[in-house]
């Protein structure tokens, strides 16, 4: 991950502009209070999954059961601080002139006022705290009068063009040396049927920039937002789900968009990206069944989830997810099934994942190793279990499932040591951690992707069993440890 830093000088009008919110991170939590995490945050395999998300509408008699997949966040990576690009060279006395950082100010003009001019210097930051050249931006805010609405013009030098976009509320594209990027702060609806056709809506007002600021550009040669019907899923691979749906549901709600490529392109012409498909169905007695499907997105296709009341799963190109409620009560997953069949042909209850409860004789040919009794004390509980993606299933993941191990010992008064072992099974299992060590934890990382936490504790608040009797568990559990004195 690259950081981005700015050097800012604004004039003009006060607009007002909202940024993004930041994303939310991941994370697990520590699983043990008070115990150490290795590294300071937990280090996880390199693979990229994503969870299904939220169904869109639900029955109006319940919510039905919930579900979904692992999500596995990257290990942690530096987040370093450099300095962006000197913008001085722009000021000349009382004035400012961005052609001394290489930008040759493109601003629209009819149908358009300018509110607000910032010039900045962003600079990339690498791992290793560099920052390379600075990258000279132009942002400026305008009001669009006819609509009432403000929009927001970024224009930055670039050697060449990624690909021309027309969005629902914006536009991306290259043109004579620069990058543009047009985003129009609210959304202007298409004019219905007698509405006052003399207020443009979001795509006209799209278009007009688009022409002023490059008048060469074909607007045929953008990949396009669409809005698609159920006639256009065959051409974006996915399935009809509607002859596979029971008898007495009717269709509720129905929406289809994708990022059509260009129409100019030789290459392909009918393919799409980012692509949403979501479809709802209800039968009369309040029963429902909702229906998503979506781009992976750079995320790695992950095994499927089958429970009743909800199913989800991915193929190479799409995400998918299957849900249903009758009354509060989940639908048996035999009903969703075929749902599912239609929608992916490739769909499979054999690469599923599956629960499996372990013995103690399995976890050697795992590689796991139960912890060793200290002298005197016993046994209270043990839990081996998992879900994994069983031997029969002809794919191959990266994510193929995950261990949950756990054993708990008694000292045969108030003393109490806890220890489990959590692996993510993958082809890039996170490094070996150093492990970290306290008065009442002891946790770690192998190179298996197994993470350890050992802990103790006194039933009575007394004192905790003694720290050489936690590292003599943590050692027997994993021979690779090694704790300095």
Same mark, same amino acid.
């Given at each position: 991950?690259?950081?981005?830093?700015?050097?800012?000088?604004?004039?003009?009008?006060?607009?007002?502009?909202?940024?993004?919110?930041?994303?939310?991170?991941?994370?697990?939590?520590?699983?043990?209070?008070?115990?150490?995490?290795?590294?300071g945050q937990p280090v996880s395999p390199q693979i990229r999954l994503q969870s299904p998300r939220p169904r869109r509408a639900?029955?109006?008699?319940?919510?039905?059961?919930?579900?979904?997949?692992?999500?596995?966040?990257?290990?942690?990576?530096?987040?370093?601080?450099?300095?962006?690009?000197?913008?001085?060279?722009?000021?000349?006395?009382?004035?400012?002139?961005?052609?001394?950082?290489?930008?040759?100010?493109?601003?629209?003009k009819d149908g358009f006022q300018l509110n607000s001019l910032t010039i900045r210097s962003d600079a990339v930051c690498g791992?290793?705290?560099?920052?390379?050249?600075?990258?000279?931006?132009?942002?400026?805010?305008?009001?669009?009068?006819?609509?009432?609405?403000?929009?927001?013009?970024?224009?930055?030098?670039?050697?060449?063009?990624?690909?021309?976009?027309?969005?629902?509320?914006?536009?991306?594209?290259?043109?004579?040396?620069?990058?543009?990027?047009?985003?129009?702060?609210?959304?202007?609806?298409?004019?219905?049927?007698?509405?006052?056709?003399?207020?443009?809506?979001?795509?006209?007002?799209?278009?007009?920039?688009?022409?002023?600021?490059?008048?060469?550009?074909?607007?045929?040669?953008?990949?396009?937002?669409?809005?698609?019907?159920?006639?256009?899923?065959?051409?974006?691979?996915?399935?009809?789900?509607?002859?596979?749906?029971?008898?007495?549901?009717?269709?509720?709600?129905?929406?289809?968009?994708?990022?059509?490529?260009?129409?100019?392109?030789?290459?392909?012409?009918?393919?799409?990206?980012?692509?949403?498909?979501?479809?709802?169905?209800?039968?009369?007695?309040?029963?429902?069944?909702?229906?998503?499907?979506?781009?992976?997105?750079?995320?790695?296709?992950?095994?499927?989830?089958?429970?009743?009341?909800?199913?989800?799963?991915?193929?190479?190109?799409?995400?998918? $997810?299957?849900?249903?409620? %009758? *009354? @509060?009560?989940?639908?048996?997953? +035999?009903? #969703?099934?075929?749902? =599912?069949?239609?929608? !992916?042909?490739?769909?499979?209850?054999?690469?599923?994942?599956?629960?499996?409860?372990?013995?103690?004789?399995?976890?050697?040919?795992?590689?796991?190793?139960?912890?060793?009794?200290?002298?005197?004390?016993?046994?209270?509980?043990?839990?081996?279990?998992?879900?994994?993606?069983?031997?029969?299933?002809?794919?191959?993941?990266?994510?193929?499932?995950?261990?949950?191990?756990?054993?708990?010992?008694?000292?045969?008064?108030?003393?109490?040591?806890?220890?489990?072992?959590?692996?993510?099974?993958?082809?890039?299992?996170?490094?070996?951690?150093?492990?970290?060590?306290?008065?009442?934890?002891?946790?770690?990382?192998?190179?298996?992707?197994?993470?350890?936490?050992? $802990?103790?504790?006194?039933? %009575? *608040? @007394?004192?905790?069993?003694?720290? +050489?009797? #936690?590292?003599?568990? =943590?050692?027997?559990? !994993?021979?690779?440890?090694?704790?300095?004195?």
């Amino acid at each position: 991950m690259n950081r981005l830093i700015s050097t800012v000088l604004s004039l003009g009008a006060m607009a007002v502009l909202a940024s993004p919110a930041p994303g939310q991170s991941g994370l697990p939590p520590v699983p043990v209070s008070g115990c150490g995490v290795a590294t300071g945050q937990p280090v996880s395999p390199q693979i990229r999954l994503q969870s299904p998300r939220p169904r869109r509408a639900r029955s109006s008699r319940g919510s039905g059961s919930s579900g979904g997949t692992v999500l596995v966040p990257g290990s942690p990576v530096p987040w370093p601080v450099c300095a962006a690009g000197d913008i001085g060279a722009a000021i000349r006395g009382d004035a400012i002139q961005p052609s001394q950082l290489g930008i040759s100010m493109n601003l629209l003009k009819d149908g358009f006022q300018l509110n607000s001019l910032t010039i900045r210097s962003d600079a990339v930051c690498g791992p290793d705290g560099q920052a390379g050249p600075g990258v000279p931006v132009l942002e400026t805010g305008w009001t669009v009068p006819s609509a009432g609405v403000p929009l927001l013009l970024s224009q930055q030098p670039q050697a060449q063009g990624t690909g021309n976009r027309l969005d629902d509320g914006s536009a991306s594209f290259w043109w004579q040396g620069f990058a543009y990027t047009v985003q129009l702060q609210l959304a202007v609806p298409l004019q219905g049927k007698g509405a006052d056709t003399s207020t443009p809506d979001s795509r006209q007002i799209l278009l007009q920039a688009i022409a002023e600021l490059a008048p060469g550009l074909d607007p045929s040669c953008f990949a396009q937002r669409k809005t698609g019907t159920w006639s256009d899923l065959a051409t974006l691979g996915i399935g009809d789900p509607r002859p596979a749906i029971p008898s007495g549901y009717t269709e509720a709600g129905f929406q289809l968009d994708f990022l059509a490529a260009p129409a100019c392109s030789p290459d392909n012409p009918g393919t799409a990206s980012e692509v949403s498909f979501f479809a709802f169905f209800q039968s009369p007695s309040g029963s429902s069944l909702g229906i998503e499907a979506w781009s992976l997105s750079g995320s790695s296709p992950y095994p499927g989830t089958v429970q009743d009341g909800f199913l989800a799963w991915s193929s190479d190109r799409y995400q998918f $997810s299957v849900s249903g409620d %009758s *009354g @509060g009560v989940p639908l048996p997953s +035999s009903v #969703l099934v075929p749902i =599912a069949q239609r929608l !992916d042909p490739t769909f499979s209850t054999s690469c599923t994942l599956q629960p499996v409860s372990l013995a103690p004789a399995d976890l050697p040919g795992l590689g796991f190793h139960a912890p060793a009794l200290p002298a005197g004390w016993t046994q209270m509980e043990v839990s081996l279990t998992g879900q994994i993606v069983p031997s029969s299933c002809a794919r191959h993941f990266d994510f193929r499932g995950t261990y949950s191990l756990f054993w708990s010992f008694s000292n045969g008064t108030d003393l109490v040591i806890s220890a489990s072992a959590l692996r993510i099974v993958s082809d890039h299992p996170g490094p070996r951690t150093e492990p970290v060590v306290s008065d009442q934890c002891i946790s770690w990382s192998d190179e298996l992707g197994t993470t350890f936490f050992v $802990s103790g504790y006194s039933a %009575s *608040g @007394g004192s905790s069993p003694d720290q +050489s009797t #936690l590292i003599a568990v =943590a050692r027997s559990m !994993d021979p690779g440890l090694t704790i300095s004195p």
